[in-house]
């Protein structure tokens, strides 16, 4: 059944929710619009307890350029108080606990650039294959940002650890997907012809695990990895980033 959306094409077939980004003349840059559809299709996931599986992709070239900078570039030049950025940072940091949270697997299936925003979508999620034509960046410090996106440095940190993220976001280099396999940001790495094949291998045994018994265990792993809520600095990324922008935009004056 395809769903009715401007920026996603949602597909559901039995117990695998595919989910891709569809806005391939953008590159499938993340905008407002895109979380609010994302964010639509995640929380109506628990209303459908059938789902064990959802693969998130993207359309055309590219997995995901990042976040919109046309958009963000609109909204730091007319937002004076920061409010809507501030609004866009959150929906950011609520796609990505929904993808860490939800009861079912979250898969990446990667191809092309995978850069920022794109990478954080990616990382969130339980499973993550890659074509071996990928490129992925982390270009916020070059942009003038802090890495304030989704929540997204914590987790980083968490799989790949802190020295190698450090390196990443410093130096915001390129590497490609044998370099993404040896930090533990792709579990698997194939021709992008096999991508699917490569997935279909994860989806069948998945599909016929006990579903209280996937939810237990994705909690637990979450709970295992993660630091105290408490001390979970990523929760004001949101702040750091509309502080961020107005300082550049002070600077500029």
Excluded at 75 to 81: H, L, P
Excluded at 160 to 168: Q, T
Excluded at 210 to 235: E, G, H, P, Q
């Amino acid at each position: 059944m395809m769903n009715d959306f401007k920026t996603l094409r949602v597909l559901h077939e039995g117990p695998v929710l595919r989910v891709e980004l569809n806005s391939p003349e953008t590159g499938n840059a993340v905008s407002g619009p895109m979380l609010d559809e994302l964010l639509a299709v995640l929380g109506a996931l628990p209303d459908r307890p059938d789902v064990r599986v959802l693969i998130l992709s993207g359309a055309g070239d590219h997995f995901c350029l990042g976040a919109d900078r046309a958009e963000f570039a609109h909204i730091s030049a007319t937002d004076a108080t920061g409010g809507r950025l501030r609004a866009l940072g959150t929906k950011a940091r609520q796609v990505c606990d929904a993808l860490a949270t939800s009861d079912a697997v979250t898969v990446a299936r990667l191809h092309g650039s995978v850069i920022g925003a794109g990478v954080a979508l990616a990382v969130f999620c339980d499973l993550r294959a890659g074509a071996d034509n990928c490129r992925f960046r982390l270009p916020e410090l070059a942009l003038g940002m802090p890495p304030a996106w989704g929540g997204s440095l914590p987790r980083l940190i968490q799989e790949s650890g802190a020295a190698r993220i450090r390196e990443l976001i410093m130096t915001g280099q390129n590497f490609d997907a044998a370099r993404a396999a040896e930090l533990s940001l792709l579990h698997k790495v194939v021709p992008e012809e096999g991508l699917d094949d490569a997935i279909s291998a994860w989806t069948k045994p998945l599909v016929r695990r006990s579903a209280t018994a996937l939810r237990t265990t994705k909690v637990m792993m979450n709970a295992y990895a993660s630091a105290s809520r408490l001390a979970d600095a990523s929760l004001f990324d949101a702040e750091l980033l509309t502080a961020s922008v107005a300082a550049g935009r002070a600077g500029r004056r």
